[in-house]
């Protein structure tokens, strides 16, 4: 029976990604990659030179409106099953890990009575916090990883822990940072990281008013 396997990349470097996927990626028939347009891909560009069969790019729109996702999820699982109905093995390729807001989590719950396996990938915020050289959590501290949609949620999260990520910052960065400073958090801003216009910022008040990546994250820190 052919196989789907959902293949975390990694944050943006090419040599993050495991020796697994790197075998994965070599023996598939077909590589999947999500693109927000239908065409070209981040998690393609780090693996490129490592694939030696067809790619198909399949879109995953950005937006907000339910309806149309399910619409695209649908379409999109039904190109998957084409190709495993097909006896091709299938290798569905995302950012970090597949497990954590990853595209493929919405693929994986709709393949049913196909086999499956998921190979693990370097989270954007574990490659962030050995970027910066600051862990995460240390001894008996808590941690929590927050997308940040809701600014209430963020806010408790600051009460109940020592140590939060804060994901999906571009669209509250400036109310983030005026959180931050009035839970009494220090914050540590990487955007873009493992890529090549990767940047590390020790003052986050010098992006307020700036665009900022989508692919950015803060590590905040209690001050003690």
Request: aromatic share 10%.
């Amino acid at each position: 029976m052919a196989k789907l396997y959902g293949i975390g990349v990694g944050p943006g470097e090419e040599s993050f990604i495991t020796l697994k996927a790197v075998k994965i990626l070599q023996k598939v028939d077909v590589v999947v990659a999500p693109s927000s347009k239908g065409e070209g891909s981040i998690a393609y560009e780090i693996v490129k030179p490592y694939i030696k069969c067809d790619v198909v790019f399949i879109e995953f729109p950005m937006t907000y409106s339910k309806e149309d996702l399910k619409a695209k999820w649908e379409e999109n699982v039904k190109k998957i099953k084409t190709f495993l109905d097909d006896g091709k093995d299938v290798a569905f390729i995302t950012i970090g890990d597949p497990m954590i807001y990853s595209t493929y989590i919405y693929i994986l719950k709709r393949i049913e009575g196909y086999e499956a396996e998921t190979i693990p990938g370097i989270s954007s915020y574990s490659a962030a916090a050995s970027r910066l050289n600051i862990p995460i959590a240390e001894g008996n501290e808590t941690f929590a990883v927050v997308p940040s949609g809701d600014i209430l949620e963020i806010s408790k999260a600051l009460d109940m822990f020592d140590n939060v990520v804060l994901m999906k910052i571009s669209r509250r960065y400036e109310e983030i940072v005026n959180l931050l400073k009035e839970k009494n958090f220090k914050g540590y801003l990487v955007i873009k990281c493992g890529h090549q216009d990767e940047e590390i910022s020790y003052d986050l008040d010098k992006y307020i008013g700036k665009k900022i990546d989508y692919l950015s994250l803060i590590i905040a820190k209690k001050v003690k």
